[in-house]
C-alpha cells in the first residue's frame, strides 16, 4: 500500500508565496513521475507541475516563471514553491505519483488526500 501526505496549504493574499510538500511511503520500488494537480470550484482537475525520474520537469502555462517544483529522491519528497500567487490559483492542490512496487508490471497511480490553497486579492 502506499501513502501520500501533503502539508503546506493555507490562506495569503495575492503576491504572497505558499510551498506545499508531498511525502510518499509505502510499496514504492520505482517512481515515473511524481506532481501537483490543481482542482477549482467547478472546474475539472488540471496538472500544476509535475517531474519525471530522470529529473525533467514540466508546468502548466499559468504557472511557468511563478512555481517550481522539485523532488528529493532519498525521501520520495516532492515540494511545489509557489511564489507570485494571484487569486487564479484558489483550489485544492492534490499531490500525484505514479510508480510501481516491484521491478517489472505496470505503474499504478496514486493521490494524495488535497490541501487547501486560498488567495485572496
Known amino acids: 500500500q502506499v501513502h501520500l501526505v501533503e502539508s503546506g496549504g493555507g490562506l495569503v493574499q495575492a503576491g504572497g508565496s505558499l510551498r506545499l510538500s508531498c511525502a510518499a511511503s509505502g510499496s514504492i520500488f520505482s517512481i515515473n513521475t511524481m506532481g501537483w494537480y490543481r482542482q477549482a470550484p467547478g472546474k475539472q482537475r488540471e496538472l500544476v507541475a509535475a517531474i519525471i525520474s530522470g529529473g525533467s520537469t514540466n508546468y502548466a502555462d499559468s504557472v511557468k516563471g511563478r512555481f517550481t517544483i522539485s523532488r528529493d529522491n532519498a525521501k520520495n519528497t516532492i515540494n511545489l514553491q509557489m511564489n507570485s500567487l494571484k487569486p487564479e490559483d484558489t483550489a485544492v492542490y492534490y499531490c500525484?505519483?505514479?510508480?510501481?512496487?516491484?521491478?517489472?508490471?505496470?505503474?499504478?497511480?496514486?493521490w494524495g488526500q488535497g490541501t487547501q490553497v486560498t488567495v485572496s486579492s
Open positions: 500525484n505519483m505514479r510508480s510501481r512496487p516491484t521491478d517489472w508490471g505496470p505503474f499504478y497511480d496514486y
